[in-house]
Nanobody
Framework: QVQLVESGGGLVQPGGSLRLSCAAS????????MTWVRQAPGKEREFVAT????????NYADSVKGRFTISRDNAKNAVYLQMNSLNPEDTAVYYC?????????WGQGTQVTVSS
């Protein structure tokens, strides 16, 4: 019943911005940390950012710190990733993730391509 649906990806030029969204359902959203993970072709999945129950605590990968901002809206069961100053190394499929009752759930992912 847990469902995560990402959206907002697309093609953007270097230095540009995108805002990703993840709509969640099937669990008590406000009780869980939410995480963004990305995966480029041929590479392992990489942690991007995480956020606690209400947004008081966030954590970022060093590679995105200062450029990306994770946020959430518990009234909408949604988590967001604002991505600024994008570079080609940010090109990947971006997933939102949650662990519920010891299981990991992933969305289908949304493609982000940073290219001229």
């Amino acid at each position: 019943q847990v469902q995560l649906v990402e959206s907002g990806g697309g093609l953007v030029q270097p230095g540009g911005s995108l805002r990703l969204s993840c709509a969640a359902s099937g669990f008590t959203f406000s009780n869980y940390y939410m995480t963004w993970v990305r995966q480029a072709p041929g590479k392992e999945r990489e942690f991007v950012a995480t956020i606690d129950w209400s947004g008081g605590y966030t954590n970022y990968a060093d590679s995105v710190k200062g450029r990306f901002t994770i946020s959430r809206d518990n009234a909408k069961n949604a988590v967001y990733l604002q991505m600024n100053s994008l570079n080609p190394e940010d090109t990947a499929v971006y997933y939102c993730k949650v662990a519920v009752v010891g299981r990991e759930y992933w969305g289908q992912g949304t493609q982000v391509t940073v290219s001229s």
